[in-house]
């Protein structure tokens, strides 16, 4: 029988279905363990079981979690189990303490809040944040980092333990899948007709709308181009209504119209890339490889991001893209209005970017590093736990630098 392989994800799971099946092909039994809509999973012929999660600080709600994801472990018995979530990384190590014979890899795509904000409840949440990664290292057989930072992290405050430490190149983008997407999306006019863009220039980002994605940032950037260039339009594309305490309020949003439009979340993505001129993405917050910047890249859709670990993984300032300080709305401002004057440069800029991802970032390669990890866990001798307390046993790709 096929190795059984559990995915464990959150409410946009879903956005890793492609991988499922890619690695499904690669002769691993696939089953998705999340927290959002079950028919993707049931249209792509997945397994998919469901179990809570709250987003955002709830011990009580984590409990729970941990209690569920330990029943999901008894009950579908997988010979390997992975998280792809932060808070994840922190709870499903835990859960499995109880469960012998699975291999536990946990996914660091970034430190999410508590590393994000500067906020005295973030801050004294880090030693915390330590502790439990510390704990749950214990049960843990690898460790994949989709950064190179949050990798020296761990290894600077001994948070892998005996565990593997693995690099990959992000999450991965469906190179081929967005391609068709976007060749097959419908016509810039008809995206600028829906919104009224006429022929105005327009700047998209595509990310939950909330303070630490960088938000407030946008829209005072926006203001100061608006002056620069009347005629510029700013999309923003995502959710609001389920960002909990973090959203950015309406009113916020409002006090730019009509310059900038919010259009709450889209299934069509590649369609709004296609019509837009620039792509920014001011984010503050310490994820993983964003899929939508690779997106955008794909897109060749000239790139303005902050140099957030992640987001510098892609995009070299002056080369792939310009990239602005965080929380610095003039010089956010003034690099959109560099790549909105200087065309030529900033086309150059797209298509290196676009390589970059198409080289270095693609599903095929991410699932080519996962099955790897996954073949030489369960075919591993000696055991892992003979190998001395942090030392990293494998670097199975590097993302590019």
């Not at 333990?161 to 016509?187: E, K, N």
């Not at 950015?248 to 730019?256: N, Q």
Request: charged share 25%.
């Amino acid at each position: 029988m096929d190795p059984h392989v559990l995915y464990v994800g959150g409410e946009d799971h879903q956005l890793r279905i492609p991988a499922m099946l890619a690695l499904r092909e690669c002769g691993f039994r696939i089953t998705a363990a999340g927290t959002g809509d079950p028919r993707p999973f049931q249209q792509a012929g997945v397994d998919f079981l469901a179990f809570p999660l709250e987003r955002f600080l709830a011990p009580l709600a984590d409990w729970k979690t941990c209690t569920a994801l330990s029943r999901l472990l008894e009950q579908v018995r997988p010979d390997i189990v992975q998280s792809f979530d932060s808070k994840l990384g922190l709870l499903l190590p835990i859960a499995a303490r109880r469960t012998s014979g699975v291999a536990v890899i946990r996914t660091i795509n970034g430190r999410g809040w508590i590393y994000s904000s500067r906020a005295p409840l973030a801050l004294a949440l880090r030693p915390v944040y330590r502790a439990l990664h510390r704990i749950g290292a214990r049960s843990t057989t690898a460790t994949v980092f989709e950064i190179r930072e949050d990798q020296e992290f761990f290894r600077r405050h001994g948070l892998l333990g005996r565990s593997r430490g693995v690099l990959v190149p992000g999450a991965g983008v469906d190179v081929a899948g967005f391609d068709r997407a976007f060749a097959g999306a419908p016509p810039p006019a008809r995206v600028r007709a829906e919104f009224g863009l006429g022929s105005a220039e327009v700047v998209v980002t595509v990310t939950r709308m909330t303070r630490q994605k960088g938000i407030p940032t946008l829209l005072k950037a926006a203001g100061l181009v608006h002056r620069m260039r009347p005629d510029v339009r700013f999309l923003l594309v995502g959710p609001r209504e389920s960002e909990g305490p973090l959203a950015v309020s309406e009113a916020e949003i409002a006090r730019h119209v009509p310059y900038v439009i919010a259009t709450g979340p889209r299934p069509d993505v590649p369609a709004l890339l296609r019509a837009a001129d620039v792509f920014a993405f001011p984010t503050e917050y310490r994820e993983g490889v964003p899929r939508v910047l690779l997106e955008a890249a794909l897109a060749r859709l000239p790139i303005v991001t902050t140099g957030i670990a992640g987001c510098s993984d892609v995009i070299q300032d002056g080369w792939s893209g310009l990239v602005a300080p965080v929380r610095r709305p003039s010089e956010l401002a003034d690099r959109i209005v560099q790549m909105l004057r200087n065309r030529r440069e900033a086309r150059v800029m797209a298509a290196r970017a676009s390589m970059l991802v198409r080289r270095e970032f693609s599903l095929q390669r991410v699932v080519e590093c996962q099955a790897a990890l996954y073949r030489e866990l369960l075919d591993r001798s000696p055991p892992m736990t003979s190998r001395a307390a942090g030392e990293p046993a494998l670097v199975t790709a590097t993302a590019a630098q």
